[in-house]
């Protein structure tokens, strides 16, 4: 689902905008400039890209007309002074016999927002796999020959037989060392758990913008921590409703409504695929910071 919105994406860019230009060191080989109607050939793209980038084909824009991108086979890159220098193998096959140029396009993808780039125009002549007087019919089949040879009366009995014999040993085999590990377990003593520190707000921060369901989870886990911590409830078994009538009991009225609101904001980016503004994840952001470093 991602990949069919980034190529929408891309293709409505490569409608609106015009193509980057392509720089002297950005090149594109073909195996063969000759091919059959539908024949697999290597391409190899290289392009330099800003570090920090992603390079990925865009197949189905205007660019591609005539060629289809069956397969990304190798992908490499190479730092250099300026930038990444990508290098990419992958298959191409034409349907339509003639010549054909196209120009592969792609996008350099950093964050949120998506380039378009053509390289250069590519020149392929496709050869019809048929003689020119050829007859477009399909040939008749070889007639089905009996092969020798016949299935054994006792091949399906067998089968069955030792089905049967590998499932009980196998039964058996599970039961003796269920037995044993249940020994072991009552010889064990119970340890005395471990105090779990709730984690702090810095991987939310890291992820705000870039990942906001991860950020947001964490964000949610983080202040249910410390309210379990600091009123002694479980926060992290009660819905948010229920957490927050909780406080309002046990706690200051302000703080459950802001704890409740920010749940809810929380509730919304992980289930309900709400994605907030840049501005508005920074102050939940903020809002979570305030109620985990808040007094006691």
């Not at 990949?3 to 002297?24: I, K, N, S, Y």
């Not at 039961?175 to 702090?200: I, Q």
Request: proline letters at 7%; aromatic letters at 4%.
């Amino acid at each position: 689902m991602k990949r069919r919105l980034l190529l929408a994406a891309v293709t409505g860019l490569v409608l609106a905008l015009p193509f980057a230009g392509a720089r002297a060191d950005d090149r594109v080989d073909l195996e063969r400039t000759s091919v059959l109607v539908g024949e697999h050939i290597e391409m190899h793209i290289q392009v330099l890209a800003p570090e920090g980038a992603t390079v990925e084909l865009t197949p189905g824009t205007p660019g591609w007309e005539g060629v289809e991108l069956v397969s990304v086979d190798e992908v490499t890159q190479a730092p250099q002074a300026d930038g990444v220098q990508w290098f990419i193998v992958a298959k191409i096959a034409a349907f339509e016999p003639g010549p054909l140029e196209f120009i592969p396009t792609l996008a350099i993808i950093e964050g949120s927002e998506a380039t378009p780039k053509a390289i250069t125009t590519v020149q392929l002549s496709v050869l019809n796999s048929l003689a020119p007087e050829a007859e477009l019919v399909l040939s008749p089949l070889d007639r089905p020959t009996e092969i020798p040879g016949a299935e054994s009366p006792l091949l399906k009995p067998a089968v069955v037989a030792g089905s049967l014999l590998g499932a009980v040993v196998l039964a058996l085999i599970l039961f003796f060392a269920g037995r044993a590990l249940l020994g072991r377990l009552r010889k064990v003593e119970p340890m005395a758990p471990e105090e779990v520190l709730p984690p702090d707000l810095r991987g939310a921060e890291q992820l705000i913008h870039s990942d906001p369901v991860n950020a947001y989870r964490l964000m949610s886990s983080v202040v249910k921590n410390e309210l379990a911590r600091r009123y002694g409830v479980r926060a992290t078994a009660l819905t948010t409703t229920e957490l927050r009538r909780r406080l309002e009991t046990d706690g200051d009225r302000w703080e459950a409504r802001l704890v409740g609101g920010l749940l809810e904001e929380c509730d919304s980016v992980i289930y309900a695929g709400y994605r907030p503004a840049a501005e508005r994840r920074e102050h939940d952001l903020t809002m979570a910071r305030e109620i985990v470093e808040a007094p006691a």
